[in-house]
Nanobody, 127 residues
Framework: QGELVESGGGLVQAGGSLGRSCAAS????????IAWFGQAQWKQREGVSF????????SYAEFVKGRFTISRDKAQDTVSLHMNNLKPEDTAVYYC????????????????????WGKGTPVTVSS
C-alpha cells in the first residue's frame, strides 16, 4: 500500500474534464499492468480501466467507454487517465493499482487481482 501515488482529480462540473496521473513512489512499475478503480460512497470498488506493460493493451468499463482514455509513459513510469464528459455518477474516489499479471482485452480486473494500491483521490462531479 502507498507505493503508487495518484495526482489530479478534484471538483468539476458535469460535462467537464479532469486528468489523473499515477506514479511509482518506491519502485518501478514499468513491467506491471496498471489499473484504475473507482469507489463511490456506499458502493464497492469497481474497475474503470487498465493498461498492460508489454503491448499496451487497454480496456474500459462500459460506463466510461468513449469518455475516459488511459495512457502510459514508460520513460516517466507514469500512467494517466483522462476523464472527459464527466457525469455526476462518476463521483467517486479513484485508485491507481498495479499487478504483474496481464489481462485480456475487453476484460475489467477486480480489486482482488491487484497487488499494489495508491491511497486514492476523490473526484466530485457537480450537476
Amino acid at each position: 500500500q502507498g507505493e503508487l501515488v495518484e495526482s489530479g482529480g478534484g471538483l468539476v462540473q458535469a460535462g467537464g474534464s479532469l486528468g489523473r496521473s499515477c506514479a511509482a513512489s518506491e519502485r518501478t512499475f514499468s513491467s506491471y499492468t496498471i489499473a484504475w478503480f473507482g469507489q463511490a460512497q456506499w458502493k464497492q470498488r469497481e474497475g474503470v480501466s487498465f493498461i498492460t506493460s508489454g503491448d499496451g493493451t487497454s480496456s474500459y468499463a462500459e460506463f466510461v467507454k468513449g469518455r475516459f482514455t488511459i495512457s502510459r509513459d514508460k520513460a516517466q513510469d507514469t500512467v494517466s487517465l483522462h476523464m472527459n464528459n464527466l457525469k455526476p455518477e462518476d463521483t467517486a474516489v479513484y485508485y491507481c493499482s498495479a499487478t504483474y499479471a496481464d489481462f485480456l482485452a475487453a476484460s475489467i480486473p477486480i480489486p482482488g487481482a491487484m497487488t499494489y494500491w495508491g491511497k486514492g483521490t476523490p473526484v466530485t462531479v457537480s450537476s
